[in-house]
C-alpha cells in the first residue's frame, strides 16, 4: 500500500509562486509514474503534469513554461514549482503516483490566487 501526502498549497498573489511536494510511502516510489491533477470547483479533475521514472517531464498546454515538476528518489518526493500563478490556477491540487495497474492518489492540497 502506497500513502501520498501532499504539502505547500496556500493563498498566493497572481504572479507569485509556490512549490508543492509529495511524500510517498512505500518502496515503489522510484519505479512509478508520478504526475500532479488538479480540480477545481465545478470542474474535473485534469492532468497537469507528468514524470517518468526515467525524469521525462510533460506538460498541460495551459501551465507549459510556468510550472515545473520534479522527483526525488532518494526522498521519495515529487514536487512541482508553480511560477506566474494566474487566478484560474485555483484548484485542488492532488499528487498520483502509477505503477502497472496500481494507481495511487493524495488527499489534495488547496492552491488559491487571488489579490
Known amino acids: 500500500q502506497v500513502q501520498l501526502v501532499e504539502s505547500g498549497g496556500g493563498l498566493v498573489q497572481p504572479g507569485g509562486s509556490l512549490r508543492l511536494s509529495c511524500v510517498a510511502s512505500?518502496?515503489?516510489?522510484?519505479?512509478?509514474?508520478m504526475a500532479w491533477y488538479r480540480q477545481a470547483p465545478g470542474k474535473e479533475r485534469e492532468l497537469v503534469a507528468t514524470i517518468t521514472t526515467g525524469s521525462s517531464a510533460s506538460y498541460a498546454d495551459s501551465v507549459k513554461g510556468r510550472f515545473t515538476i520534479s522527483r526525488d528518489n532518494a526522498k521519495n518526493t515529487l514536487y512541482l514549482q508553480m511560477n506566474s500563478l494566474k487566478p484560474e490556477d485555483t484548484a485542488v491540487y492532488f499528487c498520483?503516483?502509477?505503477?502497472?495497474?496500481?494507481?495511487?492518489w493524495g488527499q489534495g492540497t488547496q492552491v488559491t490566487v487571488s489579490s
Open positions: 498520483n503516483s502509477r505503477w502497472g495497474l496500481l494507481i495511487y
Open positions: 512505500g518502496n515503489i516510489f522510484s519505479i512509478s509514474v
